[in-house]
């Protein structure tokens, strides 16, 4: 697959895997669980396929945080709750969440979707993409628009290890994300930032 291919295939399930982190229902579900913030929420859940990952592997392996801002939520959110609780409840806030959004689930079109997604997700080569193959060994959801939430995860999962291979490989420096900093600085990498620059077609999306 092409880098071309492989974002619009992003454009497409993208969209679809954002309801995990940034909906109503998913911040109620980890504030229930007793997280304090939502970015306590977004590691906890984010991080649950890898276990109770240590600050310093969460940093490396989603790339483009601050580690101080890593630390404000690790380890303390495996204290809060273990990380099958947090795979529990971010499955039960993206069901409440695509429920709402979709209103009827339970049609022909999810169904042949979530079988089309699935097929995709599991011929993607996850050779060097941990946050890929760590999602892609839990448990299918059985319903069918979980089960196309799940598909379109590891697709996103798998697209990004693949930018942050790259991004590694081309010497190219990490536009840190912490909101406690302010807006982000362009970097000093030896080609700026690669945010627009198009992905080759080794890092995309293949089987």
């Known amino acids: 697959m092409s880098g071309v291919d492989a974002r619009q295939l992003w454009l497409r399930f993208e969209p679809y895997h954002d309801v995990t982190y940034f909906t109503p229902e998913s911040r109620a579900a980890t504030d229930a669980l007793g997280c304090k913030g939502g970015w306590m929420g977004y590691f906890g859940m984010r991080a649950a396929p890898l276990g109770a990952a240590s600050p310093e592997l969460v940093t490396a392996v989603f790339y483009n945080f601050a580690p101080r801002m890593v630390a404000r939520a690790l380890p303390d959110a495996w204290a809060v709750a273990s990380p099958a609780d947090y795979l529990r409840v971010r499955l039960e806030g993206v069901d409440g969440a695509l429920r709402r959004m979709l209103g009827s689930v339970d049609t022909p079109d999810i169904a042949e979707a979530a079988d089309l997604a699935r097929s995709a997700a599991l011929a993607v080569d996850v050779a060097g993409r941990p946050l890929a193959a760590a999602n892609r060994a839990l448990p299918w959801p059985t319903a069918a628009h979980l089960a196309l939430w799940h ?8 697209r990004g290890d693949g930018h942050v291979a790259h991004r590694c490989a081309s010497g190219l ?7 406690a900093r302010g807006p982000r600085r362009r970097p000093r990498g030896r080609a700026g930032s690669a945010r627009h620059r198009p992905v080759p077609s080794a890092c995309a999306l293949r089987p």
Request: charged share 25%.
């Open 173 to 179: 420096v990490a536009r840190l994300h912490d909101p």
């Open 151 to 158: 598909a379109c995860t590891i697709l996103r999962e798998a």
